[in-house]
């Protein structure tokens, strides 16, 4: 089993629909970032979270952390084409005994959106 | 010229073959990373570099044989590869020391081993 599990692993939707898309770890989180792919490309930050209940926005994309710090969600609300891509969660899943950012991944969540 | 830069962005290469990736950060960051990601598979930490020394090697191939002069270039030698060695080929740079600094990623290698 994969330390990181993303759900859905693909979703459609209409443009214009709310869509939400989760991250679960078995472990604590200590600081969960979200990046999104387009295909064959590499990946650009979006949030980073890191205390149990935090939640950020950027634009239409909310994250969130729960209290537990073991699952985020990733919120998009009226969905744009331009919202279309892989989301990646990534996590440092150790005890905040590195200095360097050693991120373990979720296998992705590939979104398309229907204009 | 800004961010992470990547070359080749895509390569083909024989089983006999050596080649180098390229990776050129211009964030003035001090940790570099060697990513790869496979279909279907979660990216995969392959190499960290902290202040130009290899901090983590997990368990790759000697086949894979990275290379960091400095704090800005980071390389990837590659020979004798197999065809499961086809890949995206991610390089990331960071700021050591502060833990919650984002990996910021360039636009990756395409291999494809024949």
């Known amino acids: 089993s994969q330390e990181l599990e993303q759900s859905p692993q693909s979703l459609i939707v209409q443009e214009g629909k709310n869509l939400t898309i989760n991250c679960t770890s078995s472990?604590?989180?200590?600081?969960l970032y979200w990046y999104k792919q387009k295909y064959g490309e590499g990946l650009i930050f979006l949030m980073m979270?890191?205390?149990?209940?935090e939640e950020k926005s950027h634009e239409k994309i909310t994250a969130k952390l729960d209290e537990k710090k073991q699952q985020s969600s990733l919120h998009i609300t009226a969905s744009q084409p331009s919202h279309a891509g892989i989301y990646l969660c990534g996590a440092d899943m150790g005890a905040g005994g590195t200095s360097y950012g050693k991120l373990t991944f979720g296998q992705g969540t590939i979104l398309t959106v229907h204009p | 010229e800004t961010g992470v830069t990547q070359t080749p962005r895509h390569l083909v290469m024989g089983m006999t073959n050596k080649k180098s990736l390229k990776c050129e950060q211009h964030?003035?960051?001090?940790?570099m990373y060697w990513y790869k990601q496979s279909a279907k598979k979660p990216l995969e930490l392959m190499f960290v570099y902290s202040l130009e020394e290899r901090v983590e090697n997990n368990s790759v191939p000697s086949r894979f044989s990275p290379e960091c002069p400095n704090s800005s270039h980071l390389f990837l030698h590659l020979h004798t590869l197999q065809p499961e060695d086809s890949a995206l080929y991610l390089c990331?740079?960071?700021?050591?020391?502060?833990?919650?600094?984002?990996?910021?990623f360039g636009n990756g290698t395409r291999l494809t081993v024949t």
């Open positions: 990331a740079s960071s700021q050591e020391g502060f833990p919650n600094s984002p990996l910021h």
């Open positions: 472990k604590t989180l200590y600081g």
């Open positions: 964030l003035g960051h001090n940790a």
């Open positions: 979270l890191q205390k149990g209940g």
